[in-house]
């Protein structure tokens, strides 16, 4: 199903950006893939999932989809940057002249939008971990102690330090920062931070993947070795690789790892030059991305944790997620180390989450600028100051009720579905309506080294068929993952047991709904029953954002026919 004709425009914009070198582009796309989840996220959900077997479902995942998304998205990207646009909705409507594919590609906005909303938050906490570990905060502090730290700090309404309102002081001067350097452009601020920010992020793992596997430790008279821990994150639980929740863990970590179905990577590639080897930039990107992830996110985190609060701790911990392991107990850890070490540790563990928080983010604002700079000819500065109002508005609810739920809420359906639903439609675009053969040339065109010819099958057949898998999986996944006995009991007339986190579970909020039923304790009910309506409340906020964002481009489109900017 090949669409015969595409839309050709002449270039709207007065947008010149453009990459300063080649090395500074691969860096700020590697530093747009590489964020928190690479060190925070990537070893619990190995711990997880299979320990060392989850590689293999995660390996494949990105090879059959991570690896087509990266080249479907940097091809889509070049291809609508050569007709001047610089944004997902005018980039997918080069590829296809029907309208809807305009609104399907708000997604590429809204979701940078939303997440930076509550990344910003996330990367705010590294910035105040920083300081806090140069000023000693942790110092004498037991891992009880570290860890209720976190839990005040997230509490907006205690002061961890003397310091009122913290939080919202660190998550002000975050979003200052990136709106800063969003200011700057493309080569004189995000490839600078990506140029300064990779080096330091790598030199930082080293250090630590370092002292995490030399590492000699003892709790309670047992010693630990470093290897103990990468022992016990890679020792294979051949038997999850039958469980299609740890199949849909790994693609969606892939999705989380590489940040495809989020329109940042269209953006970036929009502003390469026509004969640029995309296919190359993607790979070097890529990998990059999973050298940082495998060999360096798994050497720090868990072997380290390991060697101080032994593996019975460690699988209590990993059940509450990598926040709760990275920033409730990495101070107390550094702290064995001594006073200068430790702190120096702090410092390179908390500055290595920044550097990699802060070269996503600033990838988050490159579209809503580039649209803005294409359809209504605003200046960078004044595009960049827009977007960091915008995460400023929708963002202080993530800092003010974090505790309600809401920074979980807009991780959920921005962080999660909406890439997965970006993802499917662009690459049914690329494949099916636009085209393989033409999609084919885009991808290999200006490459020195050819892209093996077997992905044209992936790209057509296998990527799709994996991105229905995950997007079916997370609507109506079963109980437990257990397929078998959902088919079973829908078989049996007892109805199909949906989990509490498949989309339409999450949508009816069936998990607080059961802790309702479950308790008689009326002070209870009535904070789950507040804790539901600020979930609400923190889905119309979203939904009023894309709302927003399809009403602009859906202005931009009649400005441009007003102007007769379509031929």
């Known amino acids: 199903m090949s669409s015969s004709t595409t839309t050709t425009t002449t270039s709207p914009s007065t947008n010149t950006e453009s990459w300063g070198s080649r090395v500074g582009l691969i860096l700020a796309m590697a530093g747009n893939a590489v964020g928190l989840g690479n060190f925070l996220r990537f070893p619990v959900q190995a711990v997880q999932n299979g320990g060392g077997a989850f590689i293999i479902p995660y390996l494949i995942c990105f090879l059959l989809m991570g690896v087509p998304l990266l080249w479907i998205e940097w091809s889509m990207g070049r291809f609508g940057g050569k007709h001047g646009h610089h944004s997902t909705p005018f980039i997918l409507d080069t590829m296809d002249r029907r309208s809807f594919w305009k609104y399907i590609g708000v997604f ?4 940078n939008i939303a997440v930076a909303s509550y990344y910003c938050y996330l990367e705010s906490w590294t910035m105040s971990y920083v300081f806090h570990s140069v000023a000693g905060t942790f110092a004498g502090m037991d891992q009880g102690q ?10 907006v309404g205690v002061s961890t330090t003397g310091i009122p309102y913290e939080a919202v002081i660190f998550f002000l001067l975050c979003l200052i920062l990136n709106t800063w350097i969003l200011s700057k452009g493309l080569s004189g601020g995000v490839e600078k931070a990506a140029k300064i920010g990779m080096p330091l992020l790598i030199l930082f793992g080293v250090f630590l993947a370092y002292k995490g596997i030399t590492l000699q430790a003892g709790k309670e008279g047992a010693l630990f070795g470093g290897s ?4 016990f994150l890679w020792t294979p639980q051949f038997d999850s690789l039958a469980n299609p929740k740890v199949w849909l863990a790994a693609a969606g970590q892939i999705f989380f790892t590489l940040s495809v179905g989020m329109g940042t990577i269209q953006c ?18 890529g990998w990059m991305n999973e050298f940082v992830e495998v060999v360096l996110g798994s050497a720090i985190l868990i072997p380290i944790s390991v060697g101080y609060l032994g593996i019975d701790r460690v699988i209590e911990l990993t059940a509450s997620g990598g926040l709760g392991l990275g920033f409730r107990t990495m101070p107390f850890l550094f702290s064995q180390w001594g006073t200068f070490i430790g702190a120096f540790a702090g410092v390179a563990f908390f500055g290595l989450l920044f550097f990699a928080g802060i070269t996503s983010s600033l990838a988050m604002g ?6 803005m700079q294409d359809e209504f000819k605003w200046t960078r500065e004044k595009a960049a100051l827009s977007f960091g109002i915008i995460v400023l508005i929708l963002g202080l609810p993530t800092v003010l009720f974090f505790n309600e739920g809401v920074f979980d809420e807009y991780d959920y359906w921005a962080g999660t579905v909406s890439l997965v639903v970006f993802a499917l439609a662009e690459t049914i675009l690329f494949a099916w309506v636009f085209g393989m053969t033409k999609g084919w040339k885009e991808i290999n065109d200006g490459a020195d080294l050819k892209v093996p010819s077997f992905y044209k099958f992936v790209i057509k057949w296998i990527t799709p068929f994996l991105l229905i898998f995950v997007f079916v999986g997370s609507l109506i996944g079963p109980a437990g993952g257990d397929w078998g006995a959902a088919f079973a009991g829908l078989g049996n007339g007892e109805g199909w047991n949906l989990d509490n986190g498949s989309i339409i579970a999450q949508l009816m909020n069936k998990g607080i709904k059961q802790q309702i039923a479950a308790t008689t304790d009326s002070a209870l009910v009535e904070s789950l029953e507040s804790r539901i309506t600020y979930i609400n409340g923190a889905r119309l906020l979203l939904l009023a954002v894309f709302l927003t964002a399809a009403y602009l481009v859906f202005v931009a489109y009649k400005k441009r026919i007003r102007e007769g900017r379509f031929s």
């Open 268 to 285: 970036y590639a929009s502003y390469v030059s026509k004969k640029d080897d995309i296919a190359l930039n993607a790979m070097s990107a």
């Open 146 to 155: 570290v860890a209720s730290f976190f839990e005040k700090y997230v509490d």
């Open 108 to 111: 590429g906005i809204f979701t």
């Open 366 to 371: 490159t579209p809503w600028m580039g649209f």
């Open 228 to 231: 103990v821990g990468l022992n």
